[in-house]
């Protein structure tokens, strides 16, 4: 068992070395300032080194270009902020629905912004139309709320003419994870560009002065369980994630369990 461990371990660190060299090439393609491709190259070197504050590298506040970050309080987005902030002049939007952000989640994302020290702007989205799908069984809502979300934040970003527009994403490897969208804004897809998993983000949060613990599943993912007692879908989004590796095969499990066990309630 502990020869598998090693093995698997192993097998982690490699692909995760091959992913930020990847990152190398895809930056040297890209028709970014000079300050900025030098400090992203920077990160990237210091991570494939093994330092764990890679991140903290930092250009003059008036070379920063100006940023929008989807911005949702939770580890992927508030790791991702935390990094942007080194390089970048970043606003936090943050998508308001009543299907996705409880009061409690709100203030909550409102308190982190605050610690962060960082703009941030709530944006109407409207999810009437999925929310009612949902509850009739017609699709799982993950697919359609991330994609009205990304058009929103991406929408808010053009009209601001910010340069870059930053996701949470973590499993959109190689040229996914940073190119450019049209002529004038680049879109990154900031944690799969440094390879990071999610025990990683949590390590960066925790050194951040940062503890975010929550429940598997947003709100209306929680409402598509109760109306169609289906986690099919869910489990599958939640193996993609074990199979690219940016979540362990332990929090997998426990993501899995706790999702039948919230079906069972």
């Known amino acids: 068992m502990e020869i598998e461990k090693i093995i698997e371990e192993k097998i982690n660190k490699k692909l995760i070395e091959l992913r ?16 900025v491709k030098y400090a992203l190259k920077n990160m990237l070197l210091r991570r494939l080194n093994g330092e764990k504050d890679f991140y903290k590298i930092s250009i003059d506040e008036e070379e920063k270009p100006k940023s929008v970050i989807a911005f949702s309080g939770g580890v992927d987005s508030t790791t991702s902020l935390i990094i942007a902030k080194q390089i970048f002049n970043v606003k936090a939007v943050s998508c308001y629905s009543k299907y996705i952000i409880t009061d409690d989640i709100k203030k909550n994302i409102k308190s982190l912004a ?16 999925v929310y009612k ?3 009739e069984g017609r699709f799982h809502p993950c697919g359609r709320c991330h994609k009205i979300i990304e058009e929103s934040v991406l929408n808010y970003a053009k009209k601001v003419n910010a340069e870059f527009v930053i996701f949470g994403d973590l499993l ?9 969208i049209d002529n004038n804004i680049f879109r990154f897809n900031l944690p799969s560009f440094f390879a990071l998993t999610k025990d990683e983000e949590r390590e960066i949060l925790k050194n951040n002065k940062i503890f975010i613990e929550s429940s598997y599943g947003c709100p209306l993912l929680k409402v598509y369980h109760k109306y169609n007692r289906g986690y099919k879908f869910s489990i599958q989004r939640i193996l993609r994630e074990v199979r690219g590796r940016v979540i362990s095969e332990e929090e ?3 993501n899995i369990v706790e999702l039948i066990e919230n079906l069972e309630d």
Do not use: P
């Open 172 to 180: 959109a490897f190689g040229y996914l994870s940073l190119y450019r």
């Open 252 to 254: 997998g499990f426990k």
């Open 20 to 35: 930020l060299k990847n990152s190398l090439e895809i930056l040297e393609k890209l028709n970014l300032s000079n300050n």
């Open 114 to 129: 605050k610690h962060l020290k960082v703009d941030l702007e709530f944006i109407d989205i409207d999810l009437e139309d």
């Open 133 to 135: 799908k949902v509850v």
